[in-house]
């Protein structure tokens, strides 16, 4: 009979591959390095492959240890479940959670998946508005928790995150080099607009809003059909957008920094955990070449 996989060895195989190092792994999972690098040798000689590539450039998983993340990652999600589902202090009940659209295809997918797996019989029901709707909706109690755009005339919240802000076209678009540049932008209120407005107008280049939309995927649309260019946090460029610098006479952009909001009238068991999957999420959370949000 084959010999089972060990949870705990595959939840090590887990630490390794969202951070990216035995050494910050084994801060994860309690251990000392040697003990994952132990762990890990196990479990190649357990499942009789090689899972990780020995090539000098740090973590990087071969062919058999991609397919392994897979099923790892299925066994310790059900294992979590299981044991969440027979305790007797799972947390349950609802958590209101508000963030822009644009925040919620980049992060929601991971913020729940961590928060899901180790707390199955919460709700969590999603608010998407832009932040400064966002905020009201905590201030009148509405919301629990709410990801925002912090900036200096909002200045609420917690900065859990800081981006580079970008210039972005589209790689077949020459719309930059226009005599008047047209810009798909979000709504008046929105700190990047404010900020690429700012700019342009500060270094005397000409430009109009030709597209101006609440909705993150319509602004992406017009950039990606080569209409317009646009200013954008770096995880959420897309493949076929190209970032624009001082080569094109585009100066740097102040930062986007994210900030996480908290109602002080709901601080409940639940909105704490969600709250702190949120932070470990965004604090986790690099940057492929590619320009995608990768773990």
């Known amino acids: 009979m084959p010999a089972l996989l060990d949870v ?8 390794v591959v969202d951070t990216g190092s035995f050494t910050r792994a084994a801060e994860i999972v309690f251990k000392t390095q040697s003990a994952v690098s132990m762990q890990m040798k196990r479990l190649e000689e357990r499942v009789g492959r090689q899972v990780f590539a020995r090539d000098g450039r740090g973590v990087k998983l071969t062919e058999d240890g991609e397919r392994l993340l897979d099923y790892a990652r299925r066994i310790v999600h059900i294992s979590r479940e299981a044991v969440s589902a027979f305790a007797d202090d799972a947390l349950t009940g609802r958590v209101r959670l508000g963030l822009p659209d644009d925040y919620a295809e980049r992060y ?13 019989r919460v709700e ?30 909002r200045p609420v ?32 209120a929105c ?16 430009h109009r809003v030709l597209y ?27 493949p076929g957008m190209r970032v624009l610098g ?17 109602n002080p009238g709901a601080v409940t068991e639940t909105a704490l955990a969600l709250a702190d999957h949120i932070v470990a999420s965004l604090d986790n959370m690099t940057i492929r070449l590619d320009g995608a949000a990768a773990e």
């Open 108 to 120: 929601l997918p991971e913020i729940l998946a961590r928060f899901s797996s180790s707390n199955p």
């Open 212 to 238: 101006s939309s609440r909705n993150f995927a319509a602004v992406g649309a017009a950039v990606l059909a080569g209409l317009a260019m646009t200013v954008l946090p770096e995880s959420a460029l897309r």
């Open 157 to 188: 919240g917690e900065v859990i995150r800081q981006e580079p802000l970008l210039w972005v076209t589209s790689q077949r678009s020459v719309v930059h080099e226009e005599s008047v540049i047209p810009l798909a932008l979000s709504h008046a």
């Open 124 to 153: 969590v029901t999603v608010a998407c508005e832009p932040s400064d709707s966002l905020t009201e909706l905590v201030a009148r109690d509405e919301l629990d928790l709410a990801i925002i755009t912090h900036a200096s005339r």
């Open 246 to 262: 001082s080569a094109e006479g585009f100066p740097p952009l102040p930062s986007c920094k994210i900030a996480l909001l908290r």
């Open 191 to 206: 700190v990047w607009r404010e900020s690429a407005i700012a700019k342009l107008e500060e270094i005397g280049r000409p």
């Open 8 to 15: 705990d060895q595959l939840r090590t195989l887990i630490a």
